[in-house]
Nanobody
Framework: QVQLVESGGGLVQPGGSLRLSCAASGSIFSIDAMGWSRQAPGKQRELVAAITSGGSTNYADSVKGRFTISRDNAKNTVYLQMNSLKPEDTAVYYC??????????????WGQGTQVTVSS
């Protein structure tokens, strides 16, 4: 089994910062790309940022210059540093990882999400 567990969400004022973490654990052979997505009430889930195993990154236009994704391969952990937060960043944030397990095809695993609320 594989688990992804997010942490670091919470309530922050506009202009503030938060750092999300997501740790993958279980019977993992290797992890390819990892990413963060978010879903606001009444909206579809959208990709926020992604990072390959080699460190290449891509971002949604709405967060470029404000959010930074990074990963620690030794810890099977991905991070999302969020600066200059806006009320429209309010959402449940989910991490995912494309993970290989011994004897199992590459599969996409998701965490349960962490709430981020940006409000004064």
């Amino acid at each position: 089994q594989v688990q992804l567990v997010e942490s670091g969400g919470g309530l922050v004022q506009p202009g503030g910062s938060l750092r999300l973490s997501c740790a993958a654990s279980g019977s993992i052979f290797s992890i390819d790309a990892m990413g963060w997505s978010r879903q606001a009430p009444g909206k579809q889930r959208e990709l926020v940022a992604a990072i390959t195993s080699g460190g290449s990154t891509n971002y949604a236009d709405s967060v470029k210059g404000r959010f930074t994704i990074s990963r620690d391969n030794a810890k099977n952990t991905v991070y999302l540093q969020m600066n200059s937060l806006k009320p429209e960043d309010t959402a449940v944030y989910y991490c995912n990882g494309k993970i290989r397990r011994v004897g199992v095809p590459l599969s996409d695993y998701w965490g349960q999400g962490t709430q981020v609320t940006v409000s004064s």
